[in-house]
């Protein structure tokens, strides 16, 4: 039998709140098992470029990524945001490290076409080596992911978190029985987004389509539950879409939305 | 017989000019057998901080490191210098990973008494894991330094390269035959700092001791070499002051202060 490994995706919300964020590393650095955590870079990105005198530009909810854009993502996911997590999972006993693609060459990706929209710097995975990181797993080592990949010509390369997570998990999933978890502000998909209550608990493939279609499930919603059901189709074992905080109950008595084919 | 390896500590102004730095990492790509790089900050972190609004203050050569200038040496040196160096290296062949203290725990380190003077957030050498970078090395994968360590209770620490390279250097010189490389803009250690031609090709450590005296070698050579000499006497193989384009002969014909004891 596999063993299990849990992958967490956690987007900017957490990573802007620092209480928020030990909160969520307490309980990451007590998961048993293997495990890797996913992070995206919160508004932190967006600040600094804005203290740089550097312009913030978002098509469809994506960072256009010009030079100067680069380095500030370079520095604020692969530098402030990824080494002070690492930092902090150390105290906590867990032996975390913080990869961007580049390092060990463990995602190379491409740069996205400039047409229909020209994003810079922006990567879509190409290939992730799974063997880099079930090496590290191997020596009870916790992958810390940043946003960040590279060509493999020398170009680092912005990319989206949770196409790294369901990237990195479907690859991981020839070797692991893989659990992954995107995190968020929300308890799951609801149908009523102002009503925590309205939680879907177990969202079929096909009851998505038809929810997508009444317009019930919409914007933000629809990338994420796209790759989310990619990863499952690919081999992944869960998914769940959940808020951060339940990460203290993944053993039991989680509450989350459980996407099954 | 123990294995060679080459590590080298390139400063400032190497990492300031893109040029020079390419071919830096072109030449240490093609050095065989195993291999470290140490860098430096440079004047990136000073220009950043200048334009996010906070100070710069140095004593005696050491950037003071307050929260603000460590979240920038955070970014600049883990993020911004040290995951562009690694794309790079990915590009030209070299299988690199960028590593602060705190991933895989590999540097602890003790935050430095405030007195005489409160530097912040600097910390200095308490333990390297020996192993942790013997197991890349032996998995061919080339370990990229940044000057940040940590102290283990979840706390990121500024600390020189000089003393991370000399450290790393005695903790791998149990397993290794290290050769350690500080690279400079100066073709080694000069009797004239104006002439390039005064190169001392040998410097034994009681030649050191009176050069010092007649205030030969002065300024910033003398932590340097204090640092450079202790490495030799705790087991380091051999320790050269060379300029950093010299790197493409350490094969042969290497033009560079080598010390001795």
């Known amino acids: 039998m596999k063993e299990t490994l849990h992958i967490f995706k956690v987007g ?3 990573i802007d709140d620092d209480q928020e964020l030990e909160a969520f590393l307490r309980s990451f650095a007590v998961v048993k098992s293997n495990k890797v955590l996913v992070h995206g870079g919160g508004k932190i990105a967006t600040e600094i470029a804005e203290r740089l005198g550097i312009k913030t530009q978002m098509v469809e909810g994506r960072r ?3 030079q100067a854009m680069l380095e500030v993502v370079a520095m604020v996911y692969g530098g402030l945001v ?3 997590m ?8 867990c032996n975390a490290i913080g990869l961007s693609g580049a390092d060990m060459n463990y995602i190379t990706a491409t740069k996205r076409p400039t047409d229909p929209v020209d994003y810079g710097y922006v990567g879509d995975v190409q290939h992730v080596d799974s063997q880099a990181l079930a090496g590290l797993l191997q020596q009870n080592i916790t992958p810390i992911l940043a946003p960040l990949t590279h060509d493999g010509k020398g170009q680092l390369l912005n990319t989206n978190a949770d196409a790294i997570a369901s990237a990195v998990a479907i690859a991981l999933s020839e ?4 659990n992954l978890y995107y995190c968020f502000e929300k308890p799951g998909v609801l149908t009523d987004i102002e009503d925590d209550a309205s939680l879907i608990e177990n969202l079929t493939y096909d009851a998505y389509q038809s929810l997508k279609q009444q317009g019930v499930i919409a914007n933000g919603m629809i990338p994420k539950l796209d790759n989310a059901f990619h990863t499952l189709q690919q081999g992944v074992s869960q998914v769940y879409i959940m808020h951060h905080q339940q990460i203290e109950h993944i053993q039991q008595h989680l509450t989350a939305t459980t996407l099954c084919l």
């Open 86 to 93: 690492v930092a902090q999972l150390q105290g906590l006993g």
């Open 12 to 14: 900017g919300k957490v």
């Open 64 to 66: 256009v990524t010009n």
């Open 82 to 84: 990824n080494k002070k």
């Open 175 to 178: 070797q692991f029985a893989v």
